[in-house]
């Protein structure tokens, strides 16, 4: 299958999100598909389609087997054939929409958003289906490096191309600052007193039961030996 637009890529994924959330309308018609590309909610980025070029993109998807269209009644509807085409199970499906419809996220974030799609036991089955489909040729997803401050990698589906470059560069690790440093340095001098204050108080301590025992014994004691 040849790499998708990013309208084309968001046509399919809001004919598999319908598919499940408004299963009583689906296939959908063309109005409908306009309102699902242009929602505002769980949409990233935010398009703003016009009808004309809604259905230049269904001629498109049509012309690659990636969309049907519904014969009967007096309304067009149409339908996606994502599963098919792709040969991969339906919470594949439901992890590929997830990824069209809201840009890079973490298995975890995948979980949460793709739950009305597909319920996932926990985030390790969710990891599951992205290292199949990443292990696909060609790939159908790839693990995003770190971004910076995040705990998580974030995995972005591969159905448009290869991403932008920028994405593929590590977060730089960063540098401590001059008040972390001195911050540092102090907590080290402080540590190294309180031990040289241990010290000091163990050998006073020492000395004082060797002169105690020696003059039990009877011994004498040189003093610069002592010291």
Known sequence: MRDLSPLEARVVAVLVEKQATVP???????????????????????MNVVESLLLTALDDLKAISLVFESSGGRVTRYEHNLGRMLAVPSQAVALLATLMLRGPLTAAELRLHSERLHR???????????????????????????????????????????????????????????????????DELAVLRAEHRQLSAEVAALRALVTRIAGELGVAIDPEAAG
């Open 24 to 46: 009583d309308t689906y296939p959908l018609s063309l109005n409908a598909l306009v309102a699902g590309c242009n929602q505002k909610t769980a949409r990233e980025p935010v």
């Open 120 to 186: 996932f036991a926990d985030i390790s089955s969710v990891e599951a289906f992205l290292e199949e489909l990443a292990d696909r040729y060609p790939p159908k997803v790839m693990k995003l490096p770190r971004a910076p401050g995040a705990r998580e990698q974030r995995w972005m589906h591969l159905l448009c191309g290869e991403p932008d470059p920028a994405l593929l560069v590590p977060a730089p690790a960063a540098a401590p600052s001059a008040s972390a440093v001195a911050s540092v340095d102090l």
